[in-house]
Antibody
Framework: QLQLQESGPGLVKPSETLSLICTVSGTPVTNNYFWAWIRQAPGQGLEWIGIAYHTGLTYYSPSVKSRVTISVDTSKNQFSLNLNSVAAADTAIYYC??????????????WGQGALVTVSS | QSVMTQPPSVSAAPGQKVTISCSGSSSNLGSNYVSWYLQLPGTTPSLLIYDNDKRPSGIPDRFSGSKSGTSATLGITGLQTGDEAHYYCGAWDSSLSAWVFGGGTKLTVL
């Protein structure tokens, strides 16, 4: 059974880098799926951050493109999110997810439980 | 401001039917599948409808989806108090090369 679990610091200082890892169990990250990050600020809707394929192919939201990197670590069966120069507006629950198919426009089928990250000094 | 537009809230009585609209553009709903996500209070979003009108296993047929042109609709029949949640539409936007969500709709079952 597929499971996705986010992990990382729950508190990040302004201007620093937010780093999260999504550990995947139940399927290899090298299978024909895309791996995504989505966030949800307190009381707000869902915001897609970006998506990656195990070959290194990535797509990012225009709103964070200059600050974000998503990468897939096939040796650890994980994928990661790095968001630099964070500010209070980056405070959110961060979800990792897997696509439902091997197309970039495929739906988001499986979601992790989410990790709350607060940006504060 | 979301790329795709949903009504902020809808409401209906138990047992009734409700529809939630999602309005987009030619670069997202007009050329890609829509999917819908359910977020019960305090929980993780979950897939409700995919590829416009398909239900994942375990989703009752009270939930339905449709798409026409640049608009999509989620329908829920036989409303239950347990359906109270936020509902989000989502689709790939070919112009942005990014996934976009609607702003979300809060369903209240009166």
């Amino acid at each position: 059974q597929l499971q996705l679990q986010e992990s990382g610091p729950g508190l990040v200082k302004p201007s620093e880098t937010l780093s999260l890892i999504c550990t995947v169990s139940g399927t290899p990250v090298t299978n024909n799926y895309f791996w995504a990050w989505i966030r949800q600020a307190p009381g707000q809707g869902l915001e897609w951050i970006g998506i990656a394929y195990h070959t290194g192919l990535t797509y990012y939201s225009p709103s964070v493109k200059s600050r974000v990197t998503i990468s897939v670590d096939t040796s650890k069966n994980q994928f990661s999110l790095n968001l630099n120069s964070v500010a209070a507006a980056d405070t959110a629950i961060y979800y990792c997810a897997r696509s439902g198919g091997g197309s970039i426009n495929s739906y988001l089928e499986f979601w992790g439980q989410g990790a709350l990250v607060t940006v504060s000094s | 401001q979301s790329v795709m537009t949903q009504p902020p809230s809808v409401s209906a009585a138990p047992g009734q039917k409700v529809t939630i609209s999602c309005s987009g553009s030619s670069s997202n709903l007009g050329s890609n599948y829509v999917s819908w996500y359910l977020q019960l209070p305090g929980t993780t979003p979950s897939l409700l409808i995919y590829d416009n009108d398909k239900r994942p296993s375990g989703i009752p047929d009270r939930f339905s989806g449709s798409k026409s042109g640049t608009s999509a609709t989620l329908g829920i029949t036989g409303l239950q108090t347990g359906d109270e949640a936020h509902y989000y539409c989502g689709a790939w936007d070919s112009s942005l090369s990014a996934w976009v969500f609607g702003g979300g709709t809060k369903l209240t079952v009166l």
